[in-house]
């Protein structure tokens, strides 16, 4: 099973709003990841969780705080988002965070988000 | 630095035409690895393949096909009898060996959008 879920599929906030996105998988996968893509883009890397500790944040504005409860569970907590903040993110999760061995990433299907 | 260059933006093709998808990188790591994913308009980006920059061994998988070559720095990708459920936006991806900041990140090309027609 090479499964990633997130919630929701789709979000509409406004800039005032709280909000979080959700990502769960059951693959025992020790790196998790949050990508935020733009309508003909590529994935942009946001932030990596290596063993449920922040390992990699790029340089992503504080409206957008990043939570790992546990190994299975990612968050991305929203406030005060900008309408420019509005694109596809997605979650991805792989075997460990390094670069050595079986490490390709798997994806979930992703939240759009509209700010409005 | 690590770059990745898919050079078609857009590809049409009529079903059951083979089609080609190029991918060319480059690295100053001598051991890398190479991935393609598919993104289907749904937006889910589907694992398709991994190579190791050691094996360049060619890989089939059904009517998908991938040719590795070290010397030209490309990682094309074949697909054979293409049909329509292939329409999907396609990323050529390269991670280097070692894990720290933004050298162990997966560095995507900007993607080769396919299109089959019935």
């Known amino acids: 099973d090479t499964e990633v879920t997130q919630t929701p599929k789709h979000l509409v906030m406004g800039m005032t709003n709280k909000k979080s996105l959700k990502c769960e998988q059951h693959m025992g996968h020790r790196a998790m990841y949050w990508y935020k893509q733009k309508a003909k883009k590529p994935p942009e890397l946001m932030f990596v969780y290596s063993y449920e500790k922040l390992s990699i944040n790029e340089s992503v504005p504080s409206r957008f705080s990043p939570e790992c409860p546990n190994s299975s569970l990612l968050n991305l907590h929203l406030h005060a988002l900008q309408p420019e903040d509005s694109a596809l993110y997605l979650c991805?999760?792989?075997?460990?965070?390094?670069?050595?061995?079986?490490?390709?990433?798997?994806f979930g299907p992703g939240t759009r988000l509209t700010v409005t | 630095a690590q770059k990745v260059t898919q050079a078609q933006t857009e590809i049409s093709v009529v079903e059951k035409e083979d089609v080609t998808l190029d991918c060319v990188y480059e690295?100053?790591?001598?051991?890398?690895?190479l991935f393609w994913y598919k993104q289907p308009p749904s937006g889910e980006l589907v694992f398709l393949i991994r190579r190791n920059s050691f094996d360049e061994q060619n890989e089939i998988s059904g009517r998908y096909s991938w040719n590795f070559q070290k010397s030209t720095s490309s990682f094309n990708f074949t697909i054979t009898a293409s049909q329509v459920v292939d329409s999907a936006v396609y990323f050529c991806?390269?991670?280097?060996?070692?894990?720290?900041?933004?050298?162990?990140?997966?560095?995507f090309g900007k993607g080769t959008k396919l299109s089959v027609k019935p």
């Open positions: 690295t100053r790591d001598t051991t890398y690895y």
């Open positions: 991805a999760s792989s075997r460990t965070p390094d670069g050595t061995g079986v490490n390709e990433q798997y």
């Open positions: 991806a390269l991670r280097g060996r070692n894990y720290g900041g933004s050298q162990g990140n997966l560095i």
